[in-house]
């Protein structure tokens, strides 16, 4: 489970607060959508989840253990795609899998078993001997995706997971997601896509200047709303201030 | 050329070079960042300061001692020539990374504007830092020359000028040789092995041309040093051989009459201008040709099934990020050229006219003199002298760069990921082991047992100063490089890790040498010494261990 209470983060001493008094809870075998508008505050708590960024106050614990006391705990248990499709450019494809897998304690069994079934199921195949140097946008995103799903985390964090993929990978994504959850694993991420949040989520998250606004389904969303409407109706009239 | 577009390339290459926006920003919004970066401007100074002074030293006893024969314009010519070369050789990977392998040359390249214009405002933004190292071979002899001999209203003018000019001519030189470099190597798959092997040609041959131009005609070098004293001009013109933009200079500075002066600065400036026009005009034919297509795209060729598991390979964690930290060194010629390559160059360069016997040395009389024991602790700290001059650890959470997030996200513990980049550092410094074999067998009898003992201690004592240098780098990462090369050579962990290696270095050879000198057993020295840097290697892992784990987890990218 992802636990979040009271979560705050600020810049420029307090000036420019990026999240505040963030509280969430996700549960295993739930898809859960973090939406909100640029510089709403969903990469910042994205990167306190994954231990990127200390928080001012307030805590993240994922499968019972706190980010800030037992962070290599939480590592273990997360895959983490970042917002940006940077990765070590010098490296083969396979070199960067294999460091991943090292890195994980991913056993050469099982990281030949899962690197077979992401590689084949993302096209990623035959590339996976190149330099990443000679990837396009969307491979880059891939190997990271691949990367991050080798040691079969329980809790999978993506910052906009779908820009930049083709609609056949966007597509093995999604499928990907719907059997992570059967598994009882959580998809958590954050997208501008808003007919996939609507589409695929059990439940949207909608942070606007750094506070969780809107929290739930679909249809508890709707409730809330003026009028019953689309994800993007609701999206716009929550956060047109 | 438009002369609109290349000011304001110019000004953007400038700021983006030495920060001066965020410093700027720094300074608005009070951020204590600002005198941070005072603070280190301030270190830099202090750091340098005790060679600054042996140079200074060096310059006017030199000035002193050629009082009155005439000759006293050669320390100018020496310091122009010394700035120069470094200019040029150190030109060369600068001018690579900052023409080629800058972060902002996709975007650049997309906007209107000439090859010429592009790489015209890079260079000057390449000139303007090489300004900070011409400046503390060229001052002091001009000022040591100005205030003993000849100082006037037009002397420091010209001087001026002269500065400013100093550094085009080379850099004009390593921006053609690197632009013809690259688009003749602009070939795909092999393209960075190419350039790399291209890097070593062109200072190959820099070197090599330098030590042709100043050896003395064999069997006559007496006859020949005499000729070179009786001609007021002729030391000066002998030294200026490898240069002679030098020769100008001089002219310009010590020349005997106003009229000469200002045509000897006439001929340098122009000359200067000239060879910029020369790198704008060659830019526009070769710039982007060596810039723009040849890149590699993955072929994503079918493969051979079971290649997959061959292919493989399961490791620990920490042999896997040393093995990451070597690869990519390996495979990005500026870290190769900076990092590995230096190991085998700097010798050559430190060692090379001694070798050959360039000024009349034999250096089998010179090694006989010698006493054995300081061969031998000489060849330990060579392995030192390695450590500090390959900027691998110095360098190597600077040059992680904007993908230290995925250091801070993989679940292996910071202290394991230091020990995997101290690993990475100690299976480089082995690459010092071959040239003591070759060092033994062309010229110092070093038997197989010392061999061993020396690439013993001197890993042991590459391993403090390897630990030191991972630290300054891990307490005060540079992440916010443009291209690789300023990861290296705009890092100050580089800088101060050699400064403090430096000084740790020249305290434990003199403890050594005083020891010997008292008559203390050279087994007991070997041991104290082997004994000294474990220990403090060991305290320095130590103190990275208390340090590694807050600030993987406090660096904020």
């Known amino acids: 489970m992802i636990s979040i209470k009271e979560l705050s983060k600020s810049y420029n001493r307090g000036e420019i607060k990026a999240v505040e008094n963030l509280n969430l809870e996700v549960k295993p075998g739930e898809i859960f959508g973090f939406l909100g508008p640029n510089g709403a505050g969903k990469t910042t708590t994205i990167k306190m989840m994954v231990g990127l960024l200390k928080p001012d106050q307030g805590s993240v614990s994922i499968g019972g253990f706190d980010i800030k006391n037992d962070p290599l705990e939480v590592k273990k248990r997360i895959g983490f795609v970042p917002d940006q499709p940077e990765v070590y450019e010098k490296l083969t494809g396979l070199e960067y899998l294999d460091f991943m897998a090292d890195t994980y304690g991913v056993s050469r069994e099982k990281r030949l078993e899962r690197m077979e079934e992401l590689l084949e199921k993302f096209q990623m195949e035959n590339a996976v001997f190149d330099l990443i140097q000679s990837y396009s946008h969307g491979m880059r995103q891939k190997i990271i995706l691949i990367g991050s799903l080798l040691h079969d985390p329980e809790v999978i964090i993506m910052d906009e997971p779908l820009t930049g993929l083709d609609p056949k990978s966007s597509h093995a994504l999604k499928e990907m997601m719907r059997e992570k959850c059967q598994e009882g694993k959580i998809m958590f991420f954050s997208t501008h896509v808003l007919e996939v949040a609507e589409k695929f989520c059990h439940r949207v998250g909608i942070i606007n200047k750094g506070e969780l606004i809107a929290l739930g389904t679909l249809g508890e969303l709707q409730n809330q709303a003026k009028r019953k409407s689309s994800l993007e109706n609701i999206f716009l009239e929550l956060t047109k201030s | ?557």
Request: proline share 5%; hydrophobic share 55%; with cysteine.
């Open chain 2, 1 to 557: 050329m438009r002369w609109g577009c290349f000011w304001n390339l110019v000004k953007l290459n400038v700021k983006i070079t030495f920060g001066l926006s965020a410093w700027l920003y720094y300074f608005r919004k009070k951020d204590r960042r600002f005198w941070g970066g005072l603070g280190i401007f301030a270190v830099i100074l202090i750091s340098i300061a005790p060679l600054f002074y042996l140079y200074l030293r060096l310059v006017q006893e030199t000035t002193q001692s050629l009082a009155g024969t005439g000759m006293e314009g050669v320390v100018i010519t020496s310091g122009v020539i010394l700035a120069s070369i470094l200019v040029l050789v150190l030109g060369i990977a600068y001018v690579i990374s900052a023409f080629y392998f800058a972060n902002d040359l996709d975007f650049m390249v997309s906007l209107p504007f000439r090859p010429a214009e592009i790489l015209g405002g890079k260079y000057v933004g390449v000139l303007v830092s090489e300004y900070l190292t011409i400046a503390p071979f060229f001052i002091p002899p001009v000022i040591i020359y100005g205030l003993n001999v000849s100082g006037g209203f037009f002397y420091w003018v010209f001087a001026m000028v002269i500065f400013l000019f100093l550094p085009v001519i080379p850099l004009v030189f390593a921006s053609l040789g690197v632009m013809i470099l690259m688009s003749l190597t602009n070939l795909g798959r092999r393209k960075d092995f190419l350039r790399f092997l291209g890097m070593i040609l062109i200072l190959v041959i820099v070197l090599g041309a330098n030590f042709y131009l100043t050896r003395l005609p064999e069997g006559q070098e007496m006859e020949f040093i005499m000729g070179i004293m009786e001609d007021p001009d002729g030391l000066i013109a002998f030294t200026g051989r490898v240069y002679p933009p030098s020769i100008w200079i001089t002219r310009a500075l010590a020349g005997q009459t106003l009229g000469l002066r200002f045509v000897n600065l006439l001929l340098f400036s122009g000359i200067s201008i000239l060879g910029f026009a020369v790198l704008m005009i060659g830019a526009d034919r070769l710039f982007f040709q060596g810039l723009i297509g040849g890149q590699e795209v993955s072929a994503g060729k079918i493969v051979k099934p079971g290649l997959l598991e061959k292919k493989m390979k399961a490791r620990h964690p920490i042999v896997s990020i040393a093995i990451r930290e070597i690869k990519i060194l390996i495979r990005v010629p500026i870290y190769l050229f900076n990092s590995v390559f230096i190991l085998v160059i700097a010798p050559i360069a430190l060692f090379f006219p001694l070798l050959m016997g360039t000024g009349g040395v034999n250096v089998d009389e010179y090694i006989g003199v010698v006493e054995h024991e300081l061969l031998i602790l000489g060849g330990i700290g060579f392995f030192g002298l390695m450590a500090l001059f390959g900027p691998a650890l110095s360098s190597s959470i600077s040059r992680e760069g904007k993908l230290f997030r995925i250091s801070q996200v993989i679940p292996v513990h910071p202290n394991k990921q230091i020990l995997g980049k101290m690993l990475s550092g100690f299976l480089i410094s082995l690459l010092v082991i071959p040239l003591i074999f070759l060092a033994a067998i062309l010229y110092i009898p070093w038997s197989l047992g010392e061999i061993i003992l020396i690439s013993f201690l001197g890993i042991l004592l590459a391993f403090p100063l390897m630990g030191f240098s991972l630290f300054l780098d891990l307490i005060r990462p540079y992440f916010t490089w443009q291209n690789p090369q300023q990861a290296i050579k705009q890092n100050t962990n580089v800088l101060f890790s050699m400064v403090g290696g430096f000084l740790f270095l020249g305290a434990l050879g003199w403890g050594a040498f005083k020891l010997l000198e008292i008559g203390f057993n050279p087994g007991w020295i070997y041991f104290l010494l082997g004994l000294f840097t474990l220990i403090m290697g060991t305290v320095i892992i130590v103190i990275l261990f208390r340090v590694a784990p807050d600030r993987y987890q406090k660096i904020s990218l």
